[in-house]
């Protein structure tokens, strides 16, 4: 179901203990009405199918010729525009590496019920238990 892990923050040499759920527990999660969904992919993922209701805030906002990714360094205050810091929600991306990520940043910025969804946009789509109604494509 969910786990603790240590996940570094890429504000600092700090640890930010983040929560991961996997797609069952995140489906079921959503379902309550109790948790939002930040989708941290860039616009034109996240414009190619995403969790309904959710809300896009990228992390990464382009990619160099190089390959490296370019940080959004407003991500933390973007999500602070739309969630307070005790609100309850899940953050995701494609397979789970960038959300772990962001939600580290958010836990360290002070955001409490900030929950990694190990596996990302694509366990959910391949969930055991998919709610197709759930999702936007």
């Known amino acids: 179901m969910g786990s603790l892990r240590s996940s570094g923050s890429s504000t600092g040499g700090e640890k930010a203990l983040v929560e991961s759920v996997d ?8 379902s309550t ?4 969904y930040v989708d941290v992919r860039m616009w034109e993922d996240f414009d190619g199918g995403h969790v309904a209701g959710a809300r896009n805030v990228p992390y990464y906002l382009s990619v160099t010729p190089h390959g490296r990714p370019e940080k ?3 991500f933390v205050d973007q999500v602070a525009a739309l969630h307070g810091k005790d609100d309850r929600f899940i953050v995701g991306c494609r397979s789970g590496v960038r ?3 962001a939600a580290a940043d958010l836990v360290h910025a002070g955001f409490t019920n900030v929950k990694n969804l190990e596996g990302g946009y694509l366990s959910l789509l391949k969930s055991a238990n998919p709610h197709p109604t759930a999702y936007h494509q």
Do not use: F, T, W
């Open 23 to 30: 797609a069952d527990a995140a489906c079921a999660l959503l």
């Open 33 to 36: 009405g109790r948790y939002g």
């Open 72 to 74: 959004n360094d407003r």
């Open 99 to 101: 959300s772990r990520l």
